[in-house]
Nanobody, 123 residues
């Protein structure tokens, strides 16, 4: 069975940095793309960033210039470098992956999901 495992969350002060990681297991081939989403308490899930095997990346306007996503050549690992964190970045962060080629923009585009890792940013 395909599983995604996130790690790297924690508590930091505003202006600090965190690096999230996501590792895929139980999948023989490369994932076409991987992405990161977040959900704050009482809010809907938001798309944050995505990366595919061709090197194409996308970012939400709220994190452009602060967050950087990367995907390894085997399509089995993704990272999210988060710099200059703000209190409004506080949320549960989820890793997602898509096996087949296609769009990698919204929650509906991804077929596999991790359990999430909590990020707390204090002012």
């Amino acid at each position: 069975q395909v599983r995604l495992a996130e790690s790297g969350g924690g508590s930091v002060q505003a202006g600090g940095s965190l690096r999230l990681s996501c590792v895929v297991s139980g999948y023989e081939y490369s994932m076409f793309c991987m992405g990161w989403f977040r959900q704050a308490s009482g809010k809907q899930r938001e798309a944050i960033a995505s990366s595919d095997l061709y090197g194409k990346t996308t970012y939400a306007d709220s994190v452009k210039g602060r967050f950087t996503i990367s995907q390894d050549s085997a399509g089995k690992t993704a990272h999210l470098q988060m710099d200059n964190l703000r209190p409004e970045d506080t949320a549960m962060y989820y890793c997602a992956a898509r096996g087949s080629g296609g769009y990698c923009l919204t929650s509906q585009d991804f077929g596999y999901w991790g359990q999430g890792t909590q990020v707390n940013v204090s002012s």
